[in-house]
């Protein structure tokens, strides 16, 4: 079994209060925090206090420059932000959000200044995706110029893992690691996949991480409209409670490529109910924590922050509000990332729902031979959005 334990609440108290600028933070936004952070097993991992897999470790260097730098100072940059670091992958997922983009790719050094560059502007976690970001061969030096001040996560099919890389990971400062598993049956999982052995892998993958002392492990899955309505959700996490990890990242799949622009394949706001309904009763468990997006982005928590707290760069250097929205409005390998971020940032103000899963059909129209939709198109595209009210946290933050 993993060593891990439940913190207790004056040990989470007294966490939060050791950081002294968390007592000048507005008392409705720190009621606010107090209130989501119940909603979730606070884990003991090595002495890091865990809530969960995207916000840092709550008595971390990375949430401490949250309070002060967004809570305190608002300033104007990402708090998270996703880099791919190569859209090589040996598997062909139907839903993957990246299977459309193509360009030069970034080479070792970009990608270490782009990540001190969003540093500098705000950024307290990073995650690492791909394609398979582990086929980066310069990954555990990518990871330790990131620095202990952010939090980081890798999202991986597990694919070429070893026992010494892992451990190498975890030593260049990983904290947080998502293994992508999308059914409990490896012949429904290899053929979402189109691979066989992605099963195998992901499952190897787990236990290799495992072993590692202090590293946060978890599984990253894609539920299907058909998992939902079957409620095989259920199931599906009894199975993932067995594999003894620390973490069930849910997300469902986002109409970020034509084969999902059909609405009876998005999920309702009945489904996004029943879904974090179901992650509240298994984090009263205490067992194995669930995070799902549709919770941490609902109008009653943080929302939809594509391109005002969150940014995607990939592989190829194009800048994207989120990794689900494929669209670019530049590229960092040709303008710096500050300007670029703050050009598109004008155009998102944050909203209560997910950005895609509203606005999908606009990208029907914009998408033309090209792998995304270029910035000219996005520009244009943009002008036809019309952004819904603001969540809960962000009318508090704002005032």
Known sequence: MRRTAKATFSELLKSLLSNYCILKVKPSLSLFLLRYMKKFRVMNLGGKLILHSHLPPLNSGAYERFVKEHLLGKVLGPSHAQ???????????????????????????????LIRDLKQMGMIWLGFTGGEPLLNKDIVRITESAGRDVALKLFTTGCTLTRELAKDLQKAGLQYVSVSLDHWEEKKHDEGRD????????LRAIDLFKETTDLHVGVSAVVSKEMICSGQVDEFLQ??????VDEAWLSEAKPSIGA???PQLLTTEDD???????????????????????????????????GHKMVYIDAFGEMSPCVFTPMTFGNVQETPVKDLFFQMKRLFPSEECCFIHRNYPLFRKYIHEESIVNREDSYALMKEVRFGPLSHFSRLYYG
């Open 83 to 113: 880099i791919g670091l190569t859209n090589a992958c040996p598997q062909n997922c139907r839903y993957c959000y990246n299977k459309n983009r193509r360009g030069t790719p970034m080479d070792t050094e970009t990608i270490i200044r």
């Open 272 to 306: 996004r109910r029943y879904l974090y309904e179901l992650q509240d009763r298994y984090n009263r468990k205490n067992k194995m924590t669930v995070n799902y997006l549709g919770h941490f982005e609902g109008r009653e928590n943080f929302g939809c922050n594509a």
């Open 260 to 262: 999902y622009w059909n």
């Open 239 to 244: 199975f993932l409670t067995s594999l003894d």
């Open 195 to 202: 691979y066989p052995g992605a099963f195998r892998a992901a």
